[in-house]
């Protein structure tokens, strides 16, 4: 019996960030119990020298204070990815900021980073003392001025990298303004060469190596992908997320929340994120491993994106529709 179709009836019928934070806190308690999800027998997969279990993964968003590390291990994932997190607490974006289309089976958010900060996030992780492979996702402060958002980068790996198994760059969000423009040329190389000679004195610092990832939008076209592609092969960046969300709602039609501002993830931004997948795995060669993310509501559209080239795979917004039966589904379908 599938508990969550039971059970997302009542969720809907909540505002979306109460029912995300009901869902969270009954996985938790579940966990506790000793709950934990069917195991799917997975294929190991190796990640930026990391060895997961299976190459299915949790996205960075759902869980951004670490509040929910083991309840979500219960969950079968290959790997988590916690945050973003930036260096102070902020409260992100006024209320209301997160909305469902059932219709779509598709989100959108507006979050704008709200987090408790990351020395919250760090005291959270100590506690939970998870074994398995953890990323923390980094981006900079709302109130930090586009010409010092390095700065923030870098105390978001100083801090995390004693903690992480590896740690992403979170260049794309559209809820914080003019990070987007962090992706091109220019200030994209300096940002990367300057987080790179950062995680060269922290591996001679900490003796052991912490990968680092850059997240990326699929609103690029393919001269742009090829553009970030040179780049991160050029400063050796060592893995890229594909994608984050979109701010193309052209796929809701007619629907009065198409012209809510935010990101848009699920179902809609399935083929962009596709497309852009594509256009980056071609462009690396195998250089670089791909994580593919954005659009993933079922196993074949994660295996999809292991056949368009993607390394390992995460999911976020299907969770909302799909609930934990996903998780399983997708490690079954990338065997």
């Given at each position: 019996m599938?508990?969550?179709?039971?059970l997302?009836?009542?969720l809907?019928?909540?505002?979306?960030?109460?029912?995300?934070?009901?869902?969270?806190n009954a996985l938790k308690?579940?966990?506790a119990c000793?709950?934990?999800?069917?195991?799917?027998?997975?294929?190991?997969?190796?990640?930026?020298?990391?060895?997961?279990p299976?190459?299915?993964?949790?996205?960075a968003?759902?869980?951004?204070?670490?509040e929910y590390?083991?309840?979500l291990?219960?969950l079968?994932?290959?790997?988590?990815e916690?945050?973003?997190?930036t260096?102070?607490?902020?409260?992100?974006?006024p209320?209301?900021?997160?909305f469902?289309i059932?219709e779509?089976?598709?989100?959108?958010?507006?979050?704008?980073?709200n987090?408790?900060?990351?020395?919250?996030?760090?005291?959270?992780v100590?506690a939970?003392n998870?074994k398995?492979?953890?990323?923390i996702?980094?981006?900079?402060?709302a109130a930090?001025?586009m010409e010092?958002?390095?700065d923030?980068?870098?105390?978001?790996?100083?801090?995390?990298y004693?903690?992480?198994?590896?740690?992403?760059?979170n260049?794309?969000s559209?809820?914080?303004?003019?990070?987007?423009?962090?992706?091109?040329?220019?200030?994209l190389s300096k940002?990367?060469?300057?987080l790179?000679?950062?995680?060269?004195a922290l591996?001679?610092?900490?003796?052991?190596y912490?990968?680092?990832?850059?997240?990326?939008?699929?609103?690029l076209?393919?001269a742009?992908?090829a553009?970030?592609?040179?780049?991160v092969?050029?400063?050796?960046?060592?893995?890229?997320?594909?994608?984050?969300?979109?701010?193309?709602?052209?796929a809701l039609?007619?629907?009065?929340?198409?012209?809510?501002a935010g990101?848009?993830s699920?179902?809609?931004?399935r083929?962009?994120?596709?497309?852009?997948?594509a256009?980056?795995?071609?462009?690396?060669?195998?250089k670089?491993?791909?994580?593919?993310?954005?659009?993933?509501?079922?196993?074949e559209?994660a295996?999809?994106?292991r056949?368009?080239?993607?390394?390992a795979?995460?999911?976020?917004?299907?969770?909302?529709?799909?609930?934990p039966a996903?998780?399983?589904?997708?490690v079954?379908?990338?065997?």
């Amino acid at each position: 019996m599938d508990v969550y179709a039971l059970l997302r009836p009542l969720l809907f019928r909540c505002d979306p960030e109460s029912a995300h934070r009901h869902a969270l806190n009954a996985l938790k308690y579940a966990a506790a119990c000793g709950w934990k999800a069917p195991a799917a027998e997975g294929t190991p997969v190796k990640l930026m020298g990391l060895d997961l279990p299976n190459p299915v993964g949790l996205a960075a968003g759902l869980d951004k204070n670490g509040e929910y590390i083991n309840a979500l291990s219960a969950l079968g994932f290959g790997f988590i990815e916690i945050g973003t997190v930036t260096p102070l607490p902020q409260a992100g974006n006024p209320q209301p900021r997160l909305f469902r289309i059932p219709e779509h089976h598709a989100v959108i958010n507006r979050m704008g980073f709200n987090n408790d900060g990351i020395d919250r996030l760090i005291a959270n992780v100590r506690a939970a003392n998870f074994k398995g492979v953890l990323g923390i996702n980094i981006g900079k402060n709302a109130a930090t001025p586009m010409e010092r958002a390095a700065d923030d980068y870098l105390i978001g790996l100083e801090k995390a990298y004693p903690h992480a198994s590896y740690i992403t760059v979170n260049i794309s969000s559209p809820n914080t303004k003019n990070l987007r423009d962090l992706q091109g040329g220019d200030e994209l190389s300096k940002l990367l060469e300057t987080l790179k000679n950062k995680q060269a004195a922290l591996h001679g610092a900490h003796g052991r190596y912490v990968p680092l990832a850059v997240k990326i939008a699929p609103d690029l076209d393919e001269a742009q992908t090829a553009d970030i592609a040179r780049i991160v092969l050029q400063t050796e960046i060592d893995g890229i997320i594909a994608t984050n969300t979109t701010i193309d709602k052209s796929a809701l039609g007619a629907s009065p929340l198409a012209q809510e501002a935010g990101g848009l993830s699920g179902a809609p931004v399935r083929e962009a994120s596709d497309r852009v997948l594509a256009n980056l795995a071609s462009a690396v060669a195998g250089k670089v491993p791909v994580i593919g993310a954005g659009g993933i509501l079922s196993g074949e559209d994660a295996a999809r994106k292991r056949r368009l080239g993607a390394t390992a795979v995460q999911v976020y917004s299907g969770m909302v529709y799909r609930g934990p039966a996903l998780v399983g589904e997708c490690v079954g379908a990338c065997r």
